[in-house]
């Protein structure tokens, strides 16, 4: 019985006289083990493979990040020195009258707004409902989202007309969305209705990263980690540069 159901009885804990293995002791094991087929028993030096079903939250990105494969992708990078964006950041937290966390994140989602006032193409989706006439739908509000690292998973909640707010609001609005995030109370208001997306790995030290475009939107902007680096300055003198890696 053993030999024909792959059992060794070492694993096996008997119950009979003396700690004896009987038939029902081997059918207790057979059965327990075959109740979690996920859960493979495994030789030595073989990999233990075990089935863990996707959270909702999961499901969901597999979901997107599946669907984002059938979007024709272009890869478009360059790097930007914000000298005098880290300027105004320094000034500002140095101000004791007005203290506020805004991170280059805030600039670059105003600057993405004040880009698709120009080119408002970028802010459009494509509507597909009759596949032989695609039409573009363009959108007049520009709602970015701000991808998040969750304690659910990658979630991209957006801010909501940025058009319409200074960089203060958006400085407001993604700590607010990021505290809320934190403590999974992210609302659907909150997560529908982007229009473009912003993800920034700078927070987590990379460089360069090619973001994967999100369903139902035109474009998507990477962002690298700000680094510290000699470059020359117009009169041909070497310099301290911040420089960030942009990625669309």
């Known amino acids: 019985m053993l030999k024909i159901h792959n059992v060794n009885i070492e694993d096996v804990q008997g119950t009979g006289k003396d700690g004896r293995v009987l ?21 030595p030096g073989v990999q233990e493979e075990t089935a863990v079903k996707l959270t909702p939250i999961q499901s969901q990105m597999f979901k997107n990040m ?9 890869l478009y990078a360059d790097e930007l020195n ?24 805030s600039f670059v989602i105003k600057a993405m707004s004040l880009a698709l006032n120009d080119y408002p193409l970028l802010n459009a989706k494509i509507d597909t409902t009759d596949p032989a006439k695609p039409q573009l739908i363009m959108r007049a509000k520009h709602n970015i989202g701000v991808a998040m690292d969750t304690p659910q998973g990658l979630l991209v909640p957006n801010i909501k007309d940025v058009g ?29 209705g982007g229009t473009i997306t912003a993800s920034n790995i700078g927070n987590i030290g990379g460089t360069y990263v090619a973001p994967v475009v999100i369903p139902n939107e035109m474009a998507i902007l990477g962002i690298g980690k700000a680094r510290t680096v000699p470059i020359f300055d117009e009169a041909g003198q070497v310099t301290k540069g911040e420089l960030v890696n942009f990625s669309w």
């Open 23 to 43: 038939k029902e002791d081997v059918q207790r094991f057979i059965a327990e083990r075959d109740q979690a087929p996920s859960a493979q028993l495994t030789a």
């Open 164 to 192: 319409n707010l200074s960089i203060l609001d958006i400085a407001a609005e993604i700590l607010r969305l990021n505290a809320l995030a934190k403590e999974r109370k992210l609302t659907p208001a909150d997560l529908s």
């Open 66 to 74: 599946t669907n984002s494969l059938s979007i024709p992708q272009f």
């Open 82 to 105: 914000v000298n005098n964006v880290m300027a105004i950041r320094k000034r500002l937290a140095n101000d004791p009258k007005d203290p506020k966390k805004i991170s280059l994140l």
